[in-house]
């Protein structure tokens, strides 16, 4: 049957019924009952996302590889995630930047279905954190849905950083990665070269994979990137006409390690100039402006990114598979 959709429940309970009403359609023989069931269940999701059941397979799915829901900034998050999937936006992930916000991102990650997380110590945020709090780190990386170690990385954008503290957290959740088998999501601003070197130093723990997200340097150092295994990943500032680095740089990699993120509610694309918050809404024109610079359509895009974020990111393959 020609049902390739997949469900997406706003709440555990909703979860429950779907569940049982998919088992039920597994378990159906006679013809009647599954065409009944398949008519019910594809109507129930165009309900869920606004749509004629007719438009269902031209639904595209968009990943937000890289955005931070436990942020305060949304109101409802209930409505925030509805819209979401109205918009085709149906693979968030919403990532930690200390304890009690990884903390926060699993429990949005346990609720809703489309959204999965991250949990690490962010460079700009060390001052509050321990290397104790690793351990809660480590923890939260067994959940099913925790998918890599993030964000973590360096930021010199800040005159009195601590470079040196910075270098020994990013170094230790890094060995922690290498450890747990675990992809990782790297934020960097204002030291490209001291993260090259860095990652270099330590290429030995990159086994698993990591993503630049946000990626804002050159096009030029995109190979060295590249030859460490990179994936990169742009949001809201390569929409912009004007900004012609990102642009370039999306235009030198190779669209096998290309994805999309908002890194909202920052960084609203340029539709939205100037607007708080941004959201996971603005995918679809983020995607669009990726596809038109590789001269790809915006379906294959979504897809091809789909792809990539799974293969850096297996346990998000895992779970669409348990879905299944
Ligand atoms: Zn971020």
């Known amino acids: 049957m020609p049902y390739n959709y997949k469900i997406a429940p706003i709440h555990s309970a909703e979860a429950k019924v779907f569940a049982n009403l998919?088992?039920?359609?597994?378990?159906?023989?006679?013809?009647?009952?599954?065409?009944?069931?398949?008519?019910?269940?594809?109507?129930?999701?165009?309900?869920?996302?606004?749509?004629?059941?007719?438009?269902?397979?031209?639904?595209?799915?968009?990943?937000?590889?890289?955005?931070?829901?436990?942020?305060?900034?949304?109101?409802?998050?209930?409505?925030?995630?509805?819209?979401?999937?109205?918009?085709?936006?149906?693979?968030?992930?919403?990532?930690?930047?200390?304890?009690?916000?990884?903390?926060?991102?699993?429990?949005?990650?346990?609720?809703?279905?489309?959204?999965?997380?991250?949990?690490?110590?962010?460079?700009?945020?060390?001052?509050?954190?321990?290397?104790?709090?690793?351990?809660?780190?480590?923890?939260?990386?067994?959940?099913?849905?925790?998918?890599?170690?993030?964000?973590?990385?360096?930021?010199?954008?800040?005159p009195d950083t601590d470079k040196e503290r910075q270098h020994q957290f990013f170094k230790a959740q890094l060995e922690l990665a290498s450890k747990l088998k675990m992809p990782v999501q790297i934020h960097s601003r204002d030291c490209a070269e001291d993260t090259l070197n860095f990652l270099k130093a330590n290429r030995a723990l990159l086994a698993n994979g990591f993503l630049l997200h946000c990626y804002s340097y050159s096009p030029e150092m995109v190979g060295d990137f590249l030859s460490l295994g990179a994936y990169f990943s742009f949001g809201g500032t390569s929409t912009f006409k004007r900004s012609k680095k990102p642009r370039r740089a999306i235009a030198a990699i190779p669209v096998d390690r290309l994805l999309t993120e908002t890194d909202s509610p920052y960084l609203s694309p340029s539709s939205a100039f100037g607007q708080f918050p941004n959201t996971p809404r603005s995918i679809p024109e983020i995607t669009r402006n990726m596809a038109e610079i590789k001269g790809i359509g915006e379906r294959e895009m979504c897809y091809v990114v789909r792809d990539n974020a799974e293969r850096l990111f297996p346990k998000l393959k895992n779970e669409s598979a348990n879905k299944k």
Not at 108 to 128: K, M, N, S
């Open 22 to 158: 998919v088992a039920l359609r597994e378990d159906v023989t006679s013809l009647v009952p599954l065409i009944y069931l398949e008519y019910y269940l594809s109507s129930e999701i165009a309900r869920r996302t606004e749509r004629s059941e007719y438009d269902l397979n031209d639904l595209y799915m968009y990943t937000d590889i890289h955005c931070h829901l436990n942020l305060k900034d949304y109101g409802s998050v209930d409505e925030l995630i509805q819209s979401c999937l109205n918009s085709g936006v149906d693979r968030i992930v919403t990532v930690g930047f200390d304890v009690p916000s990884s903390e926060m991102c699993k429990n949005i990650a346990e609720w809703y279905d489309q959204v999965y997380f991250t949990a690490g110590l962010h460079p700009t945020e060390l001052a509050r954190c321990s290397f104790s709090d690793l351990q809660r780190i480590e923890e939260l990386c067994a959940h099913p849905k925790c998918i890599g170690i993030g964000e973590i990385g360096l930021d010199y954008h800040y």
